[in-house]
């Protein structure tokens, strides 16, 4: 079961997720001045991260977003970079924050998790209610995984997901639904193919959102970039390591202003272990 | 301002928006038959339908999600369907449904906005905040628009959408979020370029939703398949023609079981048709 996988790897590797979000003007100048293709190009920037980091980090996030912005070759990237990272035995999770109506939802989980696209975890937006995440649970039994948006690392996240409701705040009604839904998919390390997405930026809301979800693994992005730190972090782990930690920019961006050639992605490592460093300070 | 026009489109053609969730299964036998590559086959069933409609459909609404099922066969046909529907002059709403963090959405803005996808209306998901829509503001000065998710069409719609809060329904919250984003966008036809999806499943609830946005254009989804009615539309269309009815099954697949060569599209004609008079029948 992929949840598994992903709490070992962030047990013996690091609960250190690497975020792919990869924008042209992030690639070191030799690729830049290289002759290659934009797809190559991209393609080439994040498989010498995904070899300088597979080792020691849980698992990759492949922001689709960024892809998806330089139109066909940009998907053919992504594509190519989700096969690549799973080939060498990564997890990886495709953030793409998908939410439909049922029919419709089939064609995504359909999309990303066979085919050109296929990943091991997608990240999905549950606005819509439960039928907009239940055609996803058929691929859940067979090694897929979800992480559903709970209470998000962003500034406006409190637009809605804050707002008051009879059982306390929009976010807590959608962590129990959430936490129901993937009652069924609990694997041996007691936690559920279901997974939540809560932004590290919040971190005085996690203990009623853990207490709401005892089983759910947890995507937390905000960390580095957004302003999240490792004592943000030791509030998450404070009961043991329950999730795995986003950083984009503060990884694929370190070798910016020091390192223009292939040398690169040492940086990103570098990155990596100080984050690692950082969480296991705090914990 | 692409609502005006499709303001006009509505009053002038009809007020149906062709949903084009193009599944291979919907095809025609000789389509299947042919020795076409899947792309083509796809651009061919949709073109066809274009070119069947255009002069009495609104817009067209073009479901991403069934061509991300196909991966990039199924993405370079709907980059093709979308760049056909605009060379004719149609309004084209890409229903992408996105809904990221702002630095992730200004990538989706550019890649649905400009670029191989390029169209004129995105559909997009609210649940993360203000920060999540912004990015998209400044394609609205370009002549874009956006449809943002306030009560939507699905059974599952009432698990979040219908919360209690402070203000009445969180999809109240989310009308009086969005009527207040597109304030700035409001063209000469009263309308603004930040529309809402409400679906016409749930015509009792869109009194108060019109009340919350008096400047705001509605995609309206729900109608056929999902068992929405020309009665419900009514309900919609009390005070005037105030936005475009979504129908994708009930038109795309009107030939199924009736023709199945190169004619099939005077089926989705003849759907079109039929649909604009039910609707009419109630004004």
Redesign the interface.
């Known amino acids: 079961m992929i949840m598994d996988k992903l709490y070992r790897n962030a047990l013996d590797k690091s609960p250190v997720c690497v975020g792919l979000?990869t924008?042209y003007g992030y690639l070191p100048q030799y690729l830049k001045d290289g002759d290659m293709s934009l797809e190559d190009k991209l393609l080439e920037f994040n498989t010498r991260i995904i070899d300088a980091t597979a080792d020691i980090a849980g698992c990759f996030k492949v922001?689709i977003?960024?892809y998806?912005?330089?139109?066909?070759a940009?998907?053919?990237a992504f594509?190519r970079t989700v096969a690549y990272a799973r080939g060498k035995g990564a997890v990886v999770i495709s953030d793409v924050?998908?939410?439909?109506?049922?029919?419709?939802?089939a064609?995504?989980a359909?999309?990303?998790f066979t085919?050109?696209?296929e990943t091991d975890i997608m990240t999905v937006?549950?606005?819509?209610?439960?039928?907009?995440v239940s055609p996803y649970y058929p691929y859940l039994e067979r090694g897929k995984g979800l992480f559903v948006?709970v209470k998000?690392?962003?500034?406006?996240?409190?637009?809605?997901?804050d707002?008051?409701?009879?059982a306390g705040a929009?976010y807590e009604?959608?962590a129990s639904?959430v936490s129901r839904w993937g009652a069924p998919y609990i694997g041996e390390s007691g936690y559920s193919a279901i997974g939540a997405v809560v932004g590290c930026t919040y971190p005085e809301q996690f203990d009623v959102i853990r207490k709401l979800m005892p089983n759910t693994f947890f995507l937390i992005p905000g960390y580095g970039a957004?302003g999240g730190t490792g004592k943000d972090i030791a509030q998450f782990f404070r009961h043991g390591i329950c999730g795995v930690v986003n950083s984009s920019r503060g990884i694929i961006t370190a070798h910016k202003g020091k390192a223009e050639g292939a040398d690169f992605a040492e940086h990103a490592r570098a990155a990596v272990v100080r984050m690692k460093e950082d969480i296991a300070a705090w914990l």
């Open positions: 979000d924008r922001q977003a960024c998806e912005a330089l139109g066909l940009g998907l053919r594509a924050k998908r939410g439909d109506i049922s029919s419709t939802a064609e995504y359909q999309g990303h085919g050109d696209f937006n549950a606005y819509m209610g439960e039928d907009a948006l998000t690392s962003n500034a406006s996240s409190v637009d809605f997901q707002k008051r409701t009879e929009l009604e959608v639904a957004q």
